[in-house]
């Protein structure tokens, strides 16, 4: 149930086809007001100072960067909370601008 979940999920943010789907209905997979947040040393902020970026604002930029970037994910790992209310996302991407070779 949780890989048809992540599957319904992963589709309209162009996991597999790198094809984002701006009006997809996530409702079955996400609430009205989820959002994803970036691990403050990674993003380079302080820890609690980090800032939520709603789901549309999300595909609304990973879809102009589709456009002149190949973006690849590895290493991708999920975790669910142990209350189940929050899922954790890692990945390792790897972006390569279009017009470059190398």
């Given at each position: 149930q949780l890989l048809q979940?992540?599957?319904a999920y992963a589709?309209?943010?162009g996991y597999y086809d790198r094809k984002i789907s701006l009006?997809?209905?996530l409702s079955a997979v996400a609430l009205p007001d989820?959002?994803?947040t970036a691990h403050a040393p990674l993003w380079?902020?302080?820890a609690g100072k980090e800032k939520a970026v709603p789901?549309?604002?999300v595909?609304?930029?990973l879809n102009g960067l589709f456009r002149f970037a190949a973006?690849?994910?590895h290493a991708m790992q999920l975790a669910l909370h142990p209350d189940g209310s929050a899922v954790c996302f890692f990945c390792e991407v790897k972006i390569k601008l279009k017009a470059c070779p190398w």
């Open positions: 979940m992540l599957d589709v309209p943010m009006d997809a209905d989820a959002a994803l380079g902020t302080k789901l549309p604002e595909l609304s930029t973006i690849t994910r």
